[in-house]
């Protein structure tokens, strides 16, 4: 089949037209389409088929609003109908060890790897179901900030860490219409058998449609400066060591309840 066979597919058009949606009509979701949209969630793959992962659904306005704040002010947290964060979750299987009498090792930077590569498999499943049903989505990768902040409101325990917020709503007509961002050239992200480290002059080049009338090094020091350089990256970056650092110290009581390894 040819590609522009595959793209009449439904499915595969779905991928290619999804886009991102921040600004929603207000329009309620129904019920039934907010369970399909969860159960979705939970039909992905996931690691020894252990669902490593919860699934929060938010629906305390005061817990909406303090979100758009704690992830980068960003207000459309709180307009957005379906707010779901999803959860790596280490802490059910520990307990559910725990609970058949066994003294489990302490989840390790593999086990949440592991959760946390369900967590975001189950959140695409969800966008893609959002999809099908009219629904528009916008992933908040914030969400990994301000970790004692986010835990404060969700009421997260140890080994438990949030991978990613996704919020949902009906899309304006403007949100429709507008364009989609382009992808790099697909040959720069597709390689074969090992890894191609490009060189300088590819990378200029495969920044080329990007730069608009600025020079390849005026555009790349704004981006650097406004996403990798900037306090909300060098923030996620403190608040996720915050996380693992607590993987890393903490160990269980009982039913639940957590405390700090005493450093001898
Ligand atoms: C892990 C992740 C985190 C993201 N975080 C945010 C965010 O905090 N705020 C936002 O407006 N968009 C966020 N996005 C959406 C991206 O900006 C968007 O996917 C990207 O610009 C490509 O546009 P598209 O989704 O419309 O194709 C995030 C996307 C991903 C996958």
Redesign the pocket.
Known sequence: MSIDAKISDPTIRSLYE???V?VFTGAHIPEDDVRIIAEAAAQAPTAGNQQLYTILRITDPEKKHRLSIS??N?P?IEEADLVLVFCADCLRWYRAYEEAGIEPRKPGEGDLMLAVSDALIAAQNAVVAAQALGIGS?????IMENAEVQREILGLPSYVFPA?MLVFGYPTEQQKDRP??KRLDLDYVLQENIYHEHTGEELRKMFEDRTGKKTYDDWMRAFYERKYNSDFAREMTRSVRKFLEDFQQHRPLHMGKWVMQMKI
């Open positions: 999804r886009k991102s921040r992830c980068d960003q459309f916008c992933y908040i990768g914030d990613a989609k961002p």
